[in-house]
């Protein structure tokens, strides 16, 4: 089917699910976290 046989066009399919995008950016932030957790463990520990 083409954009214009279709009700709606291609706008739902355009777009993600508002949760997904919540989940993305709690993934992202919990992840750059942990990164920056493990950097100090190791800065901390290289100083001894």
Not at 21 to 45: D, E, N, P
Request: glycine residues 12%; aromatic residues 14%.
């Amino acid at each position: 089917m083409s954009d214009a046989e279709r009700p709606g066009g291609r706008d739902i399919e355009d777009k993600l699910p508002r949760g997904i995008w919540v989940r993305v950016l709690i993934y992202v932030f919990v992840g750059h976290a942990f990164a920056a957790f493990v950097y100090l463990l190791f800065t901390l520990g290289g100083n001894r």
